[in-house]
């Protein structure tokens, strides 16, 4: 049989004369003869019509490449030089082992950091909480202006959340603090340092005070029961992974940056329907029909109608749909309740932000 | 079997589309089956695939590197680069001083600028110690810190120069490259023939592309913005909430149409300089010619974009593949080196991997060679 050889201390191959035996490839160049275990041969060609050998270890250069024609007597002599693991084609054991090795992963970092993250998140130093809310702070102020006409309107409400918090005996009560903002879009969040900004266009869309306050009581949920700060942990948890495995291509330092400023501070359905649960819990024992949430979640539905979902610049657009909202909290309404507002305290917190403004070109409008 | 190729001319590629396109689909699917962690494998696979159909005078060349490798040198940058970087970006932020968070984010993209020329030449020097012919094994000399610390420099000139700088750095990058590159022990040279200026023929290319490319988004957004005030005039959209998304629209269009208009006119430049690097490469008194024409460069880069967009990345080797063969095809060797005088390499092989090569996702699933 004929092959060619390269020795692998030279960049040429010399014609040579193979021969089969049993247990054994003998190459005879000249006087001189070469001996391979078949055992000890792997495959150094990739199906690229030329089958060529090597020593397996160690891979001295030495190469035999063999001729047309050859194939099947030396798939007789050395049936596992013919398997695709002998020309590195990798075994069902390495993809399973990587399938689950990712999978793991994928689960730890996107599942068991996210059910443990509110341990986690209270574990947190003082120090990286006040530091979130530093950056959270300064997106709000990129994009609102903070109202110099407005300190009566904020002490109404203010007064009244701690009213509704002190009926349910939420442990925050003494920090949570409500600031109204002038901002193009109506919106409510709860920022890390248990703030609660209230925007003039939310103000304004609500034609009921018990609209507004049932926002209030869901922001008031999510700080209660450490929606921020879980959600952080969750978002950098999660960056960390796409991180390490997709090779720091970008997308977790993008997640990243999203968790710690106002665009991060969405919350997972599950947060939003718990925050729903428990701001309505705090309307009861605080003597306020949810009604006014009721509305004021259809309200948020038309808005997403006529906005298009896509357009709205705030979180509600990850809430759950509107319209299930407002069905289930106007299913715990009850009649017969007071305003959580008197018509004074409305009207002036109606007036906030250059309100009164709004309201008399609304009436102008109307005349 | 039938040998597919075996090509008699001095360099070749053999590799078949549907072949090629075959094992990327494989390697796509197995990839996104593990979240990319089987990256490693599939990039072994092709390369073993790509350099298997490589001919030279005959013999096809052979990748000897496995993925276990490559999965090692990714465990090893997970310290190295990925806790500092996990640092960097999602612990400073919340534990420092904000201006001391953004100095650090800051420092760490300068430094990544000479971090990422270092792994590109680790990443070459892995994958030539890796690449054989013959049985003989090239390699890749000098340090890498070198090479990056002197990229660093042409970077700045680059930047400073508004890129003017970037066929000299282009020349200087592939000089340092070639010149540490090793086939046994036989060094390459990078050689320009005496009176003539190293960047030969790439000026005017380059003047025609950094031109065009002016011109391009000039154009580009121009149009772009005159459509969207036209829009605004008759009335079809209006400059509310539904503003600012046609705005934003009508930006990335007009990115997008710079980043085309860059492609293009940048076309007679890439294949300028791949001829002019090409001519300057030597080996035992051998030179190397390339022929590599613009239009059908152009067109094997954009149907390797076209791969590459389509599938969000997963095929980016067929790209590669594509750009490969059309080299390969277009490559000739005047005279021949002196083989039988050509010893086995005597460099130390790395086991480091591609390591940060693959956490700056330099090789685009191919390699760098």
């Known amino acids: 049989m004929h092959a060619r050889y390269a020795d692998g201390r030279a960049a040429i191959f010399s014609d040579v004369e193979v021969e089969l035996a049993a247990e054994t490839l003998i190459i005879r160049r000249g006087d001189r003869t070469i001996t391979w275990s078949y055992a000890d041969l792997a495959r150094a060609d990739d199906k690229n019509g030329r089958i060529v050998i090597r020593p397996k270890k160690p891979d001295t250069g030495e190469r035999l490449m063999f001729g047309d024609g050859y194939d099947d007597q030396l798939a007789a002599a050395a049936p596992h030089l013919m398997k695709p693991r002998a020309q590195g084609v990798e075994g069902r054991k390495t993809v399973g082992a990587l399938v689950a090795l990712s999978w793991s992963l994928a689960a730890i970092f996107l599942i068991g950091i996210p059910f443990a993250a509110d341990p986690m998140a209270r574990a947190l130093p003082a120090k990286y909480r006040a530091q979130i809310s530093d950056i959270s702070w300064s997106q709000v102020d990129a994009f609102t202006v903070q109202c110099d006409d407005a300190d009566e309107a904020t002490q109404i409400l203010n007064n009244l959340a701690y009213r509704i918090m002190e009926a349910s005996n939420v442990p925050e009560r003494e920090d949570i603090w409500i600031t109204i903002a002038d901002a193009g879009f109506p919106n409510a969040f709860a920022l890390p340092d248990n703030s609660i900004i209230v925007t003039d266009d939310l103000i304004r869309m609500a034609d009921h005070p018990d609209e507004l306050t049932g926002v209030l009581a869901h922001e008031i949920a999510h700080i209660e029961h450490n929606h921020i700060m879980k959600n952080v942990v969750r978002q950098i948890s999660a960056g960390i992974f796409f991180d390490v495995v997709f090779g720091g291509a970008g997308a977790g330092q993008a997640i990243a940056y999203a968790s710690v400023n106002l665009a991060g501070l969405r919350f997972s359905r599950g947060d939003e329907s718990d925050a729903d649960s428990r701001g309505m819990d705090y309307l009861d024992a605080a003597n306020i029909s949810t009604g006014g949430i009721a509305r004021m979640f259809d309200r948020f539905q038309e808005y997403e109608e006529e906005a298009g979902v896509g357009d709205i610049p705030s979180m509600l657009s990850s809430h759950p749909a509107s319209r299930e909202r407002a069905l289930a909290a106007q299913a715990r309404a009850r009649e017969g309740l007071a305003p959580s507002l008197t018509d004074r305290e409305w009207r002036i917190v109606q007036h906030a932000c250059g309100g009164a403004d709004a309201i008399a070109s609304e009436a102008e409008v109307a005349d | ?369």
């Open chain 2, 1 to 369: 079997m039938t040998a597919e190729a075996s090509p008699t001319q001095t360099f070749a590629h053999s590799g078949k589309f549907f072949n090629v396109f075959g094992l990327a689909l494989k390697n796509a699917a197995l990839t996104i089956l593990t979240l990319t962690m089987y990256r490693f494998w599939a990039r072994t696979a092709m390369r073993r695939r790509l350099w298997s159909r490589a001919w030279v005078l005959g013999d096809p060349l052979e990748y000897t590197g496995n993925a276990g490798e490559l999965f090692r040198g990714f465990l090893i940058a997970l310290p190295c680069f990925f806790l500092p970087a996990i640092f960097v970006f999602y612990i400073a932020p919340l534990a420092i001083e904000p201006t001391w968070a953004a100095w650090l984010t800051f420092t760490f993209y300068v430094v990544s600028v000479p971090l990422i020329a270092a792994a590109r030449y680790w990443m070459r020097r892995y994958q030539l110690s890796r690449t054989r012919w013959r049985g003989i094994r090239l390699g890749l000399a000098s340090s890498a810190w070198s090479f990056a610390a002197a990229s660093w420099g042409w970077w700045i000139l680059q930047t400073l120069s508004l890129g003017w700088y970037t066929p000299a750095a282009r020349i200087n990058r592939a000089r340092m490259m070639w010149e540490n590159t090793r086939f046994g022990d036989q060094p390459f040279q990078f050689e320009t023939p005496h009176g003539e200026s190293p960047q030969k023929g790439m000026w005017w290319p380059f003047a025609i592309g950094w031109i065009g490319t002016l011109i391009g988004s000039i154009v580009s957004f121009g149009v772009t913005g005159f459509i969207l005030s036209a829009l605004t005039t008759a009335g079809i959209i209006t400059l509310g909430a539904d503003g600012m998304m046609f705005s934003l629209v009508a930006t990335l269009l007009a990115a997008a149409l710079t980043a085309i208009s860059y492609f293009i006119a940048f076309a007679p430049y890439r294949a300028a300089a791949m001829n002019r690097i090409a001519a300057q490469i030597t080996i035992d008194g051998a030179r190397f010619h390339l022929r590599a024409k613009t239009l059908s460069l152009l067109f094997y880069e954009t149907l390797g974009w076209i791969f590459l967009i389509f599938s969000l990345g997963l095929l980016t080797p067929v790209a590669g593949f594509l750009q490969v063969r059309y080299l390969l095809n277009r490559l000739d060797l005047i005279e021949t080196p002196r083989f039988a005088d050509i010893g086995q390499s005597v460099l130390a092989d790395t086991d480091a991997g591609e390591s940060l090569g693959d956490a700056f996702d330099l090789d685009m699933g191919v390699g760098v060679i």
